[in-house]
Antibody, heavy 115, light 113 residues
Framework: QVHLQQWGAGLLKPAETLSLTCDVN????????WNWLRQAPGKRLEWIGD???????NSNPSLQSRVTISIDTSRKQISLQLRSVTVADTAVYYC?????????WGQGTLVTVTA | DIVMTQSPDSLAVSLGERATINCKSS????????????LAWYQQKPGQPPKLLIS???TRESGVPDRFSGSGSGTDFTLTISSLQAEDVTVYYC?????????FGQGTRLEIK
């Protein structure tokens, strides 16, 4: 049974860097694209980007200049860094499996950006 | 970016009745080379991540009750719940994965009448 467990700091100040990690308990880790998405309060889901075991990534142009997605295949983990956060980055962040559609999701991490 | 627009924003249906949610994409999400629509439907309950219900516009995920069905092609899609159950009352989203950035509809909240 695939399980995605994510963690990271939940409270940030403006201009800091958001950092999240997602651990994938999945023997087929190398077979899938792994994604980061977010959902701000009252807003629709937003795809941040994805990564595959080779290290190839895609990211949303709206966030591309601030986003780094990385992968550790030996640990079966993916990570997200979002630089220079603002209050507009307050959201629940999810990791998810699959190059759309996303058929497995982490539990979500609420990240709040406040001065 | 492809803009996904759902209608209605909220919908009240009696238990046991049919619920229909629509999703329209700003450009076609049908890939001609494989004749597949790159469209998914998700269900999201409060405090939980989205759950994939349907992919490729009409393929139900394993374990999803057969009262859920998806239809449509090109730019217009529909999620139908044939007989609403109490546990179906929540928010539903469509998503296109035809091209990045993948984009979602604004969500439709389903309520009991």
């Amino acid at each position: 049974q695939v399980h995605l467990q994510q963690w990271g700091a939940g409270l940030l100040k403006p201009a800091e860097t958001l950092s999240l990690t997602c651990d994938v308990n999945d023997g087929t880790f190398n077979d899938y694209y792994w994604n980061w998405l977010r959902q701000a309060p009252g807003k629709r889901l937003e795809w941040i980007g994805d990564i595959v075991y080779t290290g190839g990534t895609n990211s949303n142009p709206s966030l591309q200049s601030r986003v780094t997605i990385s992968i550790d295949t030996s640990r079966k983990q993916i990570s997200l860094q979002l630089r220079s956060v603002t209050v507009a980055d307050t959201a629940v962040y999810y990791c998810a499996r699959g190059r759309g559609p996303h058929n497995k999701w982490g539990q979500g991490t609420l990240v709040t950006v406040t001065a | 970016d492809i803009v996904m627009t759902q209608s209605p924003d909220s919908l009240a249906v009696s238990l046991g009745e049919r619920a229909t949610i629509n999703c329209k994409s700003s450009q076609a999400v049908l890939y001609n080379s494989d004749n597949r629509n790159y469209l998914a439907w998700y269900q999201q309950k409060p405090g939980q991540p989205p759950k994939l219900l349907i992919s490729w516009a009409s393929t139900r995920e394993s374990g999803v009750p057969d009262r859920f069905s998806g239809s449509g092609s090109g730019t217009d899609f529909t999620l139908t719940i044939s007989s609403l159950q109490a546990e179906d009352v929540t928010v539903y989203y469509c998503q296109q994965y035809f091209t990045t950035p993948y984009t979602f509809g604004q969500g439709t909240r389903l309520e009991i009448k």
